[in-house]
T-cell receptor
Framework: SAVISQKPSRDICQRGTSLTIQCQVDSQVTMMFWYRQQPGQSLTLIATANQGSEATYESGFVIDKFPISRPNLTFSTLTVSNMSPEDSSIYLC??????FGNGYTFGSGTRLTVV | GQSLEQPSEVTAVEGAIVQINCTYQTSGFYGLSWYQQHDGGAPTFLSYNGLDGLEETGRFSSFLSRSDSYGYLLLQELQMKDSASYFCAVKSNYQLIWGAGTKLIIKP
């Protein structure tokens, strides 16, 4: 199954600034998914990133706040823009595990704290 | 709306067997998956059920009944390292719908 390298693993940022999170996959994948997870909570899908097209955002998430790039089939970035303390969370990227019963593989996550 | 229901917390004794249930209500259904997440870690895929019945992978088994919109994860011979949160997730159309997670507490 695919292996995802996600960075940074954690960061502490000032409010009003932006942070870009990167995910590199060791194989080509069609779709990459970006999630947010508050400690002790479930995963919330932010958007789905397809190579060569604009990302599809879920309700409550907008491109201006969470711009996504998907320049090729192995890489994607998520930017958290104009951050506020409410953006403090864990951000995860994910891809589907082809041939493994539709399971998904996750990056190791980015723990973001906004102060 | 779409929802998955699972217990928030389950407590069991080391060496015992525990079952975590999941009921779902989704607009589409392409399978039920289970994920394990340790504190500070990322979710890791455990099992998938696309058809009714039991799937076994070592100490872990997962069951699905599509007619009842119900599934469960069964963990046998519990070990302390199994202490984690367990999420059920339904593939509905193009995305995963996630349960709120069950925190499994294991006592020695």
């Amino acid at each position: 199954s695919a292996v995802i390298s996600q960075k940074p693993s954690r960061d502490i940022c000032q409010r009003g600034t932006s942070l870009t999170i990167q995910c590199q996959v060791d194989s080509q994948v069609t779709m990459m998914f970006w999630y947010r997870q508050q400690p002790g909570q479930s995963l919330t899908l932010i958007a789905t990133a397809n190579q060569g097209s604009e990302a599809t955002y879920e309700s409550g998430f907008v491109i201006d706040k969470f711009p996504i790039s998907r320049p090729n089939l192995t890489f994607s970035t998520l930017t958290v823009s104009n951050m506020s303390p409410e953006d403090s969370s864990i951000y995860l990227c994910s891809v589907e595990r082809n041939g493994f019963g539709n399971g998904y593989t996750f990056g190791s996550g980015t723990r973001l704290t906004v102060v | 709306g779409q929802s998955l229901e699972q217990p928030s917390e389950v407590t069991a004794v080391e060496g015992a067997i525990v079952q975590i249930n999941c009921t779902y209500q989704t607009s589409g259904f392409y399978g039920l998956s289970w994920y394990q997440q340790h504190d500070g870690g990322a979710p890791t895929f455990l099992s998938y059920n696309g058809l009714d019945g039991l799937e076994e992978t070592g100490r872990f088994s997962s069951f699905l009944s599509r007619s009842d919109s119900y599934g469960y994860l069964l963990l046998q011979e519990l070990q302390m390292k199994d202490s984690a949160s367990y999420f059920c997730a339904v593939k509905s159309n193009y995305q995963l719908i996630w349960g709120a997670g069950t925190k499994l507490i294991i006592k020695p």
